[in-house]
């Protein structure tokens, strides 16, 4: 009897765990139907009375939300195929080439892994105003078009790849390049697929770049329109929680879609045999 019942009580405190981190969702979702009315009521209300869409309406006229989303795509996108090209060739050289020092360097750029970026953010700065790359496509995307955890990530997945291929390969006389494309790349897929939904999450979510960076509203991004339908005078939380959930929506849909990949990815190589 003890086991059933520990079992019972451990899944009782994970729907307790689960409902706390998933209310504040359901909630923005629930606010950005309530009338202004609803939503500033007290003590507040846990369901719109009716399907009230005037929130979203009036978000698309006070900020080109439209804009700000494409392009924060865009720059999602593009930083995305970045960190999957470099780290995928960084991760095969330290996985399969020997080379001298090759653990030291290792261990060099996965100590990267420990200095905050907000560290970084200033000689980042200084770079891209030096190259007059401010307000611009570059600036937003080139400095995280490479990333040690990516390299990281890959590496371990790389390294659990069957030897006897590689072996086979160079019998038959490929390089490392043909090595790499038709070996290691199509193998690596699910390691690939965690490092494309992590990357374009973190690159989607980014704030604090962006507002430093642009000026235009050309070029801002979809966390900047966000902070926009904020007013010095008065803040109406239901246009708030309605631009979250615009901005929400993209990203909630490519982790329910990979999902399963990225927990595959990011267990590999936790668990021997």
Known sequence: MNRPLQKTFIYILLAIAAALVLYPIFYTFSATFMTPDEASAYPPRFLPSSFYVGSIVAVFQLVPIAKFITNSFIVSLIIMIGQLMTSSMAAYAFANIRFKGKAFIFSLFMATMMIPWE????PNYLTVKKWDWLDSL???TVPFLA???GTFLLRQFFLQLPKELFEAARIDGCGHIRIFFRIVLPLGRPALATLAVYAFLNAWNMYLWPL???NSEAMRTAQIGIAMLQFEE???WNLVLAGVTIVLLPSLILLILGLKQLVRGLTAGAVKG
């Open 147 to 149: 990333t040690a955890f």
């Open 138 to 140: 570059q600036g937003l």
């Open 119 to 122: 560290v970084t953010i200033i």
């Open 234 to 236: 008065l803040t109406v």
């Open 212 to 214: 430093l960076i642009t």
